[in-house]
């Protein structure tokens, strides 16, 4: 009788197939870049992300390599996420983006200004879509790829070459929607939480930052009171 566990037997066959097309899906061959530019174009963010949680699944990646590590403390993680994504945007309005000639006032969004029923929707919108579903994408997914790329050829420098790529990526994205500020505010703000990743090793943290940034422009917006924070410092 011929074992399973047999490479020449049907079932072996199948499963020595099946490893080797996990390999293949995990490596830099045409399977493996295919994955990259499929995942990232899948549609939102946020359907992206589930498409890496498919991937590392797939792929017998471990969680923590594309950064689902648990804090030490859930505490002083959200406390800290939710405090500097928020501080973060208002450093962003009221100081950055003016040095970069930004107008005071996002018209890209502007339509959520005393908006509830757009503002409560594209509040859940980022979260799921931006702090899940950016983070796991481009900090998560696009930097472990990239990582692992350049890891044989550039060695220290190859999480350097992660971050400048996967910032950029995230920067681009944000052009049809809002223009040269959106990419330069998304520039700023893919390289900030990109080092807290890479020194924490965790996106949860980076996550709830991101979210907090996001609810705190919605609120500027809804509220209507971005150009006071943007005109905070520079008149």
Known sequence: MEQSGDPRSPAGNVQGSALKGVVRLRGFGPLGHLAMVVIPFAGTAAISAILVLVWAR?????????????????????????????VF??????????????????????????????????????IVGGGFGEETLYRGFLFERFSKLFGSRAG???????????????????????????????????LAFGMIFLMTG???????????????AIAMIYWDFETRVAHLIFR
């Open 58 to 86: 797939v792929t017998r990646t471990p969680w923590r390599e594309i950064g689902f590590v648990a804090p030490r403390s859930w505490p002083r993680a959200v406390a800290v996420g939710i405090l500097f994504g928020a």
């Open 89 to 126: 945007k208002f450093v962003m309005k009221a100081l950055v983006m003016p040095l970069f000639g930004a107008a005071p006032v996002n018209r890209a969004y502007h339509y959520l200004a005393d908006n509830a029923q757009a503002a409560a929707f594209m509040a859940v919108f980022v």
């Open 156 to 190: 220290v420098h190859a999480k350097a070459f992660a971050l400048l790529l996967t910032t950029v990526w995230f920067a681009a994205v944000h052009y049809p929607d809002q223009g040269l500020a959106g990419v330069e505010q998304a520039a700023v703000t893919g």
């Open 202 to 216: 965790s996106l949860f943290i980076p996550m709830l930052a991101h979210a907090a940034f996001d609810l705190a």
